[in-house]
């Protein structure tokens, strides 16, 4: 087992679909203990269910625009755990009118919301996480999309965050490597989820993505669950700052 005796927090839950629920799936068949957050009231039921399936989850709110519920997260698990070993960020959010039409119509409030949800989370999280891990080392990983690296119709200002996310990882990789604590990224290719709904057109990108990508199929969750237990396992202990595309070798596409 890749992960036997690690304590993972996964933040991004919001329904069975959600890739994060993919990943914590697998990190709890690799033998990892998990903390799980829901974003509010309204997401707690579904989440309570996946982690009815867990040994021993702790069930935690945790909205990252709300700095006291972010501490009160890490001070529960700073009580319960003593440590942490995994931190997985699986959170974006915009304005589903942000992610249609021309970029250029973005508003300042909209690219601000994208950024602080989607991207300054990271960072925030991360500065949180580094006491519980810096004793021992520990793993971060975080999901972006080729969005972040090239123009993707209507994918707009999350793009942009996307960016700002990657490049907020490496810094972090490089700040915090001295504690022996890895930040690495995973871009997952398209997957049907709630956040993914959003995104004007996005069956005809899921289509398109399935019929030119080298493997000719959609990637899931399990997918990007798999890959991401690797990286918080210490199969991947020199590898930090990277990125692991999930996405059936779509980016690697020219004409
Ligand atoms: N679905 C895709 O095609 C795809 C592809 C590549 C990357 N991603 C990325 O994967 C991650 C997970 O998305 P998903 O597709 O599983 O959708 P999802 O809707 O299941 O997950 C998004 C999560 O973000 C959370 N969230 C939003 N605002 C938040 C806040 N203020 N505080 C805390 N949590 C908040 C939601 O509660 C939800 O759990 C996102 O970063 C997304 O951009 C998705």
Redesign the pocket.
């Known amino acids: 087992m890749l992960l036997k005796g690690k304590k993972i927090l996964v ?5 069975h ?4 629920a993919g990943i914590a799936k697998v990190c709890a068949e690799q033998g990892a203990q998990l903390a799980l ?1 829901y ?1 509010n009231d309204r ?1 707690r039921k579904s989440v309570e269910k996946i982690a009815a399936d867990f040994e021993d989850p702790l069930l935690l709110p ?4 709300d700095d006291e519920q972010v501490a009160a997260l890490f001070a529960t698990l700073q009580e319960k755990w003593g440590r942490l070993d995994g931190l997985v960020h ?4 915009a304005n589903q009118d942000d992610l249609k039409g021309s970029f250029e119509e973005t508003s300042r409030d909209g690219f601000m919301l994208a950024h602080n ?2 991207a300054y ?1 990271l960072p925030l999280l991360a500065n949180h996480a580094k006491p519980l891990m810096a004793e021992h080392g520990g793993a971060i990983i975080c ?3 080729l969005g972040g690296e090239r123009v993707v119709s209507n994918y707009n200002v ?1 793009g942009v965050a ?1 960016a700002s996310l990657e490049m907020s990882a490496k810094y972090l990789a490089a700040s915090l490597g001295q504690h022996n604590i890895r930040v690495n990224i995973v ?10 709904s959003g995104i004007a057109g996005f069956r005809g990108i899921l289509d398109e993505v399935k019929e030119r990508n080298p493997l000719k199929r959609n990637v899931d969750p399990n997918d990007v669950g798999n890959v991401s237990a690797f990286l918080l396992s210490d199969f991947s202990s020199a590898v930090t700052g990277e990125t692991v595309h999930v996405d059936a070798g779509y980016h690697i596409l020219g004409m």
């Open positions: 933040l991004g839950i919001a329904n679909r959600s890739i994060a957050t974003l997401f945790c909205d990252v625009n699986s959170i974006a959010f949800i989607s989370s999901m972006s999309y999350m996307k871009s997952p290719g398209p997957i049907k989820t709630l956040a993914a």
